[in-house]
């Protein structure tokens, strides 16, 4: 072997015992996001009965906090959020823009009056009624059905999508859709 050849092994085997004393005895030195280079929380230990159990954190925050959350949370919201001062300004501009005509102007309205308001069943509605406006019947029925999620138990809110649901599934042809749909609003 030449010189120039031994000098490239000697190197790499310089690099590699390296290498190994970085991972050290513990393994690697890798630390994901977000977490930190503090050592583990030690087991704690409970007795009952006479029984001694042990828990590991990452089994405590796993196993049980997810039953807690389930348990106090519902699925639904009880009514969509109300809408700020400056929300309620944006819908009025659509609503005055929608009746002039100008159906693309009231939706770059009702856009950010939703970015300000994400959860407002309102909004979603307004959104539905300019795509509505502009012949855009796919999107208007998305922001309805959006808007319904969050309609929660207001029950005039709720009414008055599945009506606006009802007269998008039919415009759109689908009239068994919207006999479903006048079928909700009347059972409210």
Do not use: H
């Not at 929380?41 to 925050?61: A, C, D, H, I, N």
């Amino acid at each position: 072997m030449s010189r120039q050849g031994i000098f490239y092994v000697s190197m790499l085997a310089a690099f590699l015992s390296l290498a190994g004393c970085a991972s050290g005895p513990g393994g690697s030195i890798y630390v994901p996001a977000g977490g930190t280079e503090r050592a583990p929380e030690p087991p704690q230990t409970t007795e009952e009965k006479g029984e001694t159990q042990v828990w590991r954190k990452s089994e405590q925050t796993e196993s049980r906090e997810p039953e807690q959350q389930r348990s106090s949370k519902p699925s639904y919201q009880d009514a969509g959020d109300a809408l700020s001062p400056a929300a309620l300004s944006l819908v009025r501009e659509a609503d005055g823009l929608l009746k002039r005509g100008d159906a693309q102007g009231a939706i770059v309205r009702l856009e950010r009056a939703q970015r300000i308001a994400p959860r407002s069943a309102e909004v979603y509605f307004k959104l539905s009624e300019a795509y509505v406006a502009g012949n855009k019947f796919g999107p208007a029925e998305q922001f309805t059905l959006k808007g319904l999620s969050l309609a929660g138990n207001d029950t005039r809110m709720q009414r008055a999508g599945w009506l606006l649901l009802a007269d998008i599934r039919r415009a759109r042809g689908n009239l068994a859709g919207a006999s479903q749909a006048e079928e909700r609003a009347a059972a409210l």
